[in-house]
């Protein structure tokens, strides 16, 4: 039924799916799953695919094992298998008359709102053209400290920016169930699931394949962007023969229900932000001007953490440290330890020179 409801439709493929354990890569699996595309493409859908599988294609070249791998050498690792991987994507999807395209994408490309534009349109113009874009992370030059680490959450940060509809992670598990399924076999699959909460997240484990770099923690955090985003999302396997038609027909896997959102896209985008550069730590006044939809001034903040600049995603944080909102600061967290707690007719003097009076402008505000 989603499938079915959905223009523009995102598959993140993880590396297991692609290469196996005896680094041989699953060539037939590819295969079925472009005739899949093909379907979804004559349905007159949108398809980008995040495909991981670069490292892992690199270490299979290389013969190299990834495990022992440092972070500089699995650059250059990623570097030759990303070659590896774009050039079988072309292979296979050709034989089925599907026209492919490359993008390589950072954690900066999705944080910063101009190149987060300039993403979404090279998406639509390629939909235009009648390409299918096969995404990435960057792996040959981002650092452990500006990248995402795992393809879930980057597919749902594309799903995010590219408006999409449906974001599909195709892993080895059926989606999320009550228990371990590997352990106990009384684990029951959960079917749909319209609200992350304390229990759901504790049905995620920190189980990851030799290749991959994803658990259902990251999958869950994926899960949240997509909702956020209004879009709906699946957990699925992707061993079944021919799994994207599998999902439209026997729905046997997690969907996780969008929330009913009004926001515009780029208060999406700053929900939905991965990586905020600090908190803000805000007292029950401020919390309450927050509700009626104020902006939030520096007499209503009690500690700042982090180091940001002007323009960078903040948390902002309740006394009891939860989570009540995220934003766009207007100051940096320098500025604003010099500040906070002060009226805001007091920032000129305190700084020595003009600036906003709002440390959060509402308009740059989404409550989480």
Avoid at 70 to 82: N, R, T
Avoid at 177 to 197: G, Q, R
Avoid at 261 to 289: C, E, Q, T, Y
Avoid at 332 to 337: D, F, K, P
Wanted: proline share 1%; aromatic share 6%; glycine share 6%.
């Amino acid at each position: 039924m989603y499938l079915k409801n959905s223009k523009t439709i995102v598959i993140k493929l993880g590396s297991a799916l692609l290469v196996s354990e005896k680094q041989i890569f699953r060539q037939n699996w590819l295969e079925n799953f472009a005739k899949d595309v093909k379907e979804l493409l004559n349905k007159k859908k949108n398809i980008i695919i995040v495909s991981s599988g670069a490292i892992a294609l690199g270490c299979k070249k290389l013969n190299l094992n990834k495990k022992n791998i440092k972070l500089d050498k699995s650059q250059a690792v990623a570097s030759i298998g990303q070659i590896e991987l774009i050039n079988v994507f072309k292979k296979i999807f050709s034989k089925n008359n599907i026209n492919i395209s490359q993008i390589l994408l950072t954690l900066e490309d999705t944080e910063q709102r101009r190149r987060a534009i300039n993403a979404k349109r090279t998406f639509d113009n390629l939909f235009k053209l009648g390409y299918v874009p096969i995404v990435n992370e960057n792996d040959s030059i981002a650092t452990s400290e500006i990248k995402y680490g795992d393809n879930d959450r980057l597919a749902s940060r594309v799903a995010q920016i590219s408006s999409a509809d449906c974001l599909i992670l195709l892993s080895d598990v059926d989606g999320l169930y009550s228990k371990d399924p590997k352990i106990f076999k009384t684990a029951k699959l959960i079917n749909e699931i319209k609200s992350i909460n304390n229990d759901v997240e504790k049905y995620a484990t920190r189980n990851s394949g030799k290749y991959g770099t994803g658990g259902m923690k990251t999958k869950l955090e994926a899960a949240k962007i997509c909702q956020n985003s209004g879009c709906v999302m699946a957990i699925a396997n992707g061993f079944k023969k021919r799994p994207l038609k599998n999902i439209d027909k026997k729905y046997n896997c997690t969907w996780f229900l969008p929330k009913i959102s009004k926001l515009h896209a780029r208060k999406k985008w700053i929900v939905s932000s991965i990586s905020p550069k600090g908190n803000l730590i805000i007292d029950d006044g401020a919390v309450s001007a927050l509700k009626k939809g104020k902006s939030l001034l520096a007499a209503g903040i009690k500690k700042v953490s982090g180091e940001f600049y002007k323009g960078d995603h903040v948390k902002i944080l309740d006394k009891n440290l939860k989570e009540f909102a995220r934003g766009l600061s207007s100051f940096s967290a320098e500025e604003i330890r010099k500040i906070q707690g002060e009226h805001s007719n007091k920032i000129k003097d305190i700084l020595g020179y003009i600036s906003k009076s709002e440390v959060v402008h509402k308009d740059d505000m989404v409550e989480v």
